[in-house]
């Protein structure tokens, strides 16, 4: 079922039912203080010290521009449809698949690449697993236009195998411009794929989800680090069902609403706080 046709709350009702979670979050609601703000430690920005042999995401051809988010996206996409090394001669994909969202999101999410449904409808993640987001980001009190969503690569790769090393040094300067112009608060990677290749590391998403990490921009950026939250794709939530996994992306989800201050959503239901 798709979310436009269920109302928020369903939403919501079903993400709690589906995590485990339903209890604790109304108690969190009603009575917890808020969890402390983590703050992304540098000491945890470095999970790997040897050179990572995954593509990373290149940063060093980008300067800084101070024009208004909503231009600034808009003249790097056309850039990159007519001027992408990669997607321009690129030739599996129907679509070019840019990103979404509000332009000045406080949050962003970052996946690999589009897959079948994106790429037939020209937009980050659409199909099965944008559900799944969709819903994350609902439970979240969030919607999904209030944030910024798009991929490492921006064509889908032929038979949606993993980016390769040339493709992400093409295209994903293109996400760096991204992010530079939106600014985000906090960005949420979504699987190892993505976050390897944004932090340039060789962790593994098991290890590096729910732990704080940093994106630092180029130089000259005038840009500061920003806090990156690993956690798994929607796609292995889908996949991998298990209680312990949905109970693992709430939990991360729920480090990225303290960062940000968002407070968990009332469910209904809820008994009204006691004044
Ligand atoms: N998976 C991704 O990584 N991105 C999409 O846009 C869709 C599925």
């Given amino acids: 079922m ?11 009702a079903a993400f709690d039912r589906e995590i485990g979670l339903e209890v604790t979050v109304r108690a969190a609601a009603v009575a917890a203080p808020p969890d402390p703000v983590p703050v992304p430690s540098p000491a945890r920005a ?20 101070p024009g208004a988010p909503e231009a600034r996206l808009a ?14 001669t690129a030739s599996a994909h129907t679509h070019l698949v840019f990103g979404e969202g509000a332009p000045d999101a406080r949050l962003m999410f970052v996946g690999e690449a589009p897959g079948e449904v994106e790429d037939r409808l020209g ?28 991929n490492v690569l921006k064509s889908r790769p032929p038979g949606n195998r993993e980016p390769l090393p040339d493709e992400v040094a093409a295209c994903g300067p293109f996400l760096v411009e991204q992010i530079l112009a939106i ?22 998403i098991t290890r590096m989800r729910g732990q704080w990490q940093r994106w630092t921009p180029p130089e000259g ?5 920003i806090p ?23 939990s991360d989800l729920r480090q990225v609403m ?15 706080p006691r004044s």
């Fill in 123 to 150: 937009r980050p993640f659409v199909g099965p697993a944008g559900e799944k987001l969709d819903e994350m980001i609902a439970a979240m009190g969030l919607r999904r236009e209030d944030t910024y969503i798009a």
């Fill in 258 to 272: 303290a960062e940000l201050g968002i407070e968990p959503p009332v469910r209904p239901g809820t008994p009204a």
């Fill in 2 to 12: 798709s979310m436009h046709r269920r109302t928020v709350a369903q939403v919501l």
């Fill in 75 to 88: 003249e790097i996409e056309a850039r990159h449809a007519a001027a992408c090394p990669h997607c321009t």
């Fill in 183 to 204: 600014r985000p608060k906090a960005i949420v990677t979504l699987g190892g794929s993505a976050t390897k290749m944004l932090l340039g590391t060789d962790t593994g």
């Fill in 221 to 225: 950026s005038e840009c500061a680090p």
């Fill in 228 to 250: 990156v939250m690993p956690t798994y794709h929607p796609a292995f939530v889908l996949r991998t069902y298990t209680k312990e996994v949905r109970a693992q992306v709430w």
């Fill in 46 to 65: 470095a999970p790997t010290a040897t050179p990572p042999s995954v593509p990373r995401v290149p940063v060093a051809r980008v300067t800084a521009d």
